[in-house]
């Protein structure tokens, strides 16, 4: 087979791998897991996955093919999870999930709410933004799976941003590390 139709042949059956990916090519902060409690805040569940900033900007990818939900901008009240994106994701079971990549220096011209992304394509930029500031946080992204297109905690009592009282689940939110590779999506048309 020559290289050319080799390379073809990935991109093919990258394009038909519907389960859930990985939001960056970095690695994760080992400390910020899912439901760990010695990330930022060492009294509360951490409600996503930190990934590692790179040696230059950093691409931010969807983590599968889906309809993006929410376009937040930041500004005073993004309570700490400045510039952020939401994609809608149907899942093969009939279910709906959200996926959220909070921080971001910037988010791709002409992505916004309604638009269709493909698995893989560039929402972003790692950034470190939060409360209204581009470099509130050092670079990252805080990536998260959640049953509400909300920046918050989509159920469970109280209101959360990126932490919970307790383990996440009870409030909306699903462990990444279950999805990736496994967990498979509609493709949306």
Not at 44 to 71: E, K, S, T
Not at 157 to 163: I, K, L, S
Request: glycine share 14%; aromatic share 10%; proline share 6%.
């Amino acid at each position: 087979m020559s290289f050319t139709l080799l390379i073809l042949a990935l991109a093919l059956m990258a394009d038909d791998d519907l389960t859930f990916g990985p939001p960056s090519s970095t690695p994760v902060i080992t400390a910020c897991g899912y439901n760990m409690k010695t990330c930022a805040n060492k009294r509360r569940h951490h409600a996503g996955i930190d990934y590692r900033r790179g040696d230059g900007p950093v691409p931010v990818v969807a983590a599968n093919h889906g309809r993006i939900a929410r376009v937040q901008r930041m500004g005073g009240g993004d309570q700490g999870m400045g510039t952020n994106i939401i994609v809608e994701h149907k899942l093969e079971s009939g279910r709906t999930i959200y996926s959220s990549y909070s921080h971001l220096e910037s988010i791709e011209p002409g992505l916004s709410k309604g638009v269709i992304v493909a698995k893989g394509q560039k929402l972003g930029i790692m950034g470190g933004s939060g409360y209204g500031q581009s470099d509130y946080w050092g670079v990252h992204l805080h990536f998260e799976l959640k049953d509400k297109p909300v920046t918050h905690n989509p159920s469970g009592f109280g209101t959360y941003w990126g932490y919970t009282p307790s383990n996440p689940d009870e409030f909306g939110y699903h462990n990444p590390n279950s999805y990736f590779g496994k967990v498979k999506v509609v493709r949306l048309k």
